[in-house]
């Protein structure tokens, strides 16, 4: 709970609750061995940055921002070798920090 906290704290104007934050086991490992912060790319993903996305993916991120009936989903290239992908389920209740090959 303390992390959800600071990684909210971070965020001046969320556009969506991210619900409860939880991070797979190669982000927790990867954030431990200080390879990765995430705290910037979930303040932009929590903004409505999407990242790396096509644009159409983008444009399906902002309707399900406004009508709250799909997940949102965000790609952000951290590293030439390492990938973040952040998705928020549609119901706006779990919000996940994983890595591509977990998914």
């Known amino acids: 709970?303390?992390?959800?906290?600071?990684?909210?704290?971070?965020?001046?104007?969320?556009?969506?609750?991210?619900?409860?934050?939880?991070?797979t086991r190669g982000i927790s490992d990867l954030i431990q061995r200080g390879r990765l912060n995430p705290s910037a790319y979930l303040r932009r993903h929590l903004s409505g940055d999407w990242g790396d996305l096509s644009d159409e993916d983008r444009r399906q991120n902002d309707l399900a921002l406004a009508s709250g009936e799909d997940?949102?989903?965000?790609?952000?290239?951290?590293?030439?070798?390492?990938?973040?992908?952040?998705?928020?389920?549609?119901?706006?209740?779990?919000?996940?920090?994983?890595l591509p090959s977990e998914y």
Do not use: N
Request: net charge neutral.
């Open 71 to 98: 997940r949102l989903f965000s790609s952000y290239q951290v590293a030439p070798d390492l990938t973040l992908w952040i998705v928020t389920e549609w119901d706006r209740s779990v919000t996940t920090l994983l």
């Open 1 to 23: 709970m303390a992390k959800e906290a600071v990684f909210i704290s971070l965020v001046p104007q969320p556009r969506f609750s991210p619900g409860q934050m939880i991070v």
